[in-house]
């Protein structure tokens, strides 16, 4: 079965500083990844998503992500983060080849600090 | 669209007790999924359902849980009897085509089991 990895559960990083978010899958078939953020009290929503094409796929707040087939890898970026950034980050995969069952990973919990 | 609409917000209940979620999708989208949020497991995906019919249920935890979606504009998750462990935040998220990925998650139903 599929399954997302997201080594860091919270990530401290001071305001106006790069950030990287990582996430790996666990299986090199052909898949659908994502992003998703959660502020806090509310649902998730999509930050970005690869699907095909160029392997780095630009999102919205001025996130980017890059889908390394080789490391089953699908980090996520932002040159310059801003307070309001703070928030759970999930990476999500769905396998192509199989069911419509889309995993999320536990999260990784971006604190920015001033 | 007012997006996906989930009720009660929060539900605090006593073991025992029977609870039930309520879920109005995103009107149009043809599939429906449950997740279920907790500190320890993160986000499980529950059950999905495609044109109102449950494709995969394994996620359910035990027969203690159903779910229904009784038309395209409704779907429940029950819960009885009720155990502590069963406290979590619940949400529900549709999407028009699974395979693009983009699910709309509605702001969940916070679940307190004493």
């Known amino acids: 079965a599929q399954s997302v990895t997201q080594l860091d559960s919270q990530v401290p990083v001071f305001e106006e500083a790069p950030v990287e978010l990582r996430c790996n899958y666990s299986s090199s078939v052909s898949v659908y990844l994502f992003w998703y953020v959660q502020y806090p009290n509310q649902g998730l929503q999509l930050l970005l998503k690869y699907l095909s094409g160029s392997t780095l796929v630009k999102g919205i707040n001025g996130f980017e992500a890059e889908f390394n087939k080789s490391q089953t890898s699908f980090h996520l970026r932002k040159p310059s983060v801003h307070i309001s950034d703070t928030a759970e980050y999930f990476c999500a995969v769905e396998d192509m080849d199989r069911d419509d069952k889309i995993i999320f990973g536990k999260g990784t919990r971006l604190h920015i600090l001033p | 669209d007012a997006g996906v609409i989930q009720s009660p917000r929060h539900e605090v209940t006593e073991m025992g007790q029977e609870v039930t979620l309520r879920c109005k999708p995103i009107s149009g989208h043809d599939y429906l999924f449950w997740y279920r949020q907790t500190m320890m497991r993160g986000l499980e995906l529950l059950i999905y359902f495609n044109n109102n019919v449950p494709i995969d249920d394994s996620g359910m935890p035990e027969d203690r849980f159903s779910a229904k979606m009784p038309n395209a504009s409704f779907s429940t998750l029950k819960i009885q009897p009720s155990e502590p462990r069963d406290s979590a935040v619940y949400f529900c998220?549709?999407?028009?085509?699974?395979?693009?990925?983009?699910?709309?998650f509605g702001e969940g139903s916070r679940l307190t089991v004493l």
């Open positions: 998220a549709s999407s028009l085509d699974s395979r693009t990925g983009e699910l709309f």
